[in-house]
Antibody
Framework: QITLKESGPTLVKPTQTLTLTCAFSGFSLSTRGVAMGWIRQPPGKALQWLALIYGDDVKRYSPFLNDRLIITKDTSKDLVVLTMTNVDPVDTATYYC????????????WGQGTLVTVSS | QSVLTQPASVSGSPGQSITISCTGTRTDVGGYDFVSWYQQSSGKAPKLIIFDVSSRPSGISNRFSGSKSGNTASLTISGLQAEDEADYYCGSYTSRSPSYVFGSGTKVTVL
């Protein structure tokens, strides 16, 4: 059974760096073809894919946020970390940790999400 | 930055069928059979209900069905029930970057 759980600050000031952690279980992220990522949703708005990391450490980023995002994994602790630099109030959103299906290109498991507010 | 276009809202009476469209381009919806649909009930995380255009994950009701024609994908909910009231998002793999894109979302209301 795959489970994902996000954690991180609920409030961040503008220009600061946001670090979110996803603790997962039920699979190994050290296997090629397995991938996890992050998707966010501003209040009342649509989903936005942010980043993905594969078991072989290949990383993909949203072209809209590419220069502000870093995704890493710690396979010994079953953790995935997303770092977003220079945050702005428009980055206020619920951030979801997701598992990419190993058989196709869709997100089959989602964490409960964590709401991050960017405000001074 | 919603790349895929969906109607803002769709409504129907219990028992009726409704269809939600999701329009993209040949670099996403039209170019790959990697269209997925997610149901998001109020205050909850999205839940996968359709993948690869028309496949259903285990446990998803067969009242949900998907299809695609050209650059437009569709989700049909038949036998509409009160519990179907939620927001629905389409998603697709895209060759741009490459990466993943989502639709603008559709609010389904059961009258």
């Amino acid at each position: 059974q795959i489970t994902l759980k996000e954690s991180g600050p609920t409030l961040v000031k503008p220009t600061q760096t946001l670090t979110l952690t996803c603790a997962f279980s039920g699979f190994s992220l050290s296997t090629r073809g397995v991938a996890m990522g992050w998707i966010r949703q501003p209040p009342g708005k649509a989903l936005q894919w942010l980043a993905l990391i594969y078991g072989d450490d290949v990383k993909r980023y949203s072209p809209f946020l590419n220069d502000r995002l870093i995704i890493t994994k710690d396979t010994s602790k079953d953790l995935v970390v997303l770092t977003m630099t220079n945050v702005d109030p428009v980055d206020t959103a619920t951030y979801y940790c997701v598992h990419l299906s190993e058989a196709s290109e869709h997100f089959d498991y989602w964490g409960q999400g964590t709401l991050v507010t960017v405000s001074s | 930055q919603s790349v895929l276009t969906q109607p803002a809202s769709v409504s129907g009476s219990p028992g009726q069928s409704i269809t939600i469209s999701c329009t993209g381009t040949r670099t996403d919806v039209g170019g790959y059979d990697f269209v997925s649909w997610y149901q998001q009930s109020s205050g909850k995380a999205p839940k996968l209900i359709i993948f690869d255009v028309s496949s259903r994950p285990s446990g998803i009701s067969n009242r949900f069905s998907g299809s695609k024609s050209g650059n437009t994908a569709s989700l049909t909910i038949s036998g509409l029930q009160a519990e179907d009231e939620a927001d629905y998002y389409c998603g697709s793999y895209t060759s741009r970057s490459p990466s993943y894109v989502f639709g603008s979302g559709t609010k389904v209301t059961v009258l």
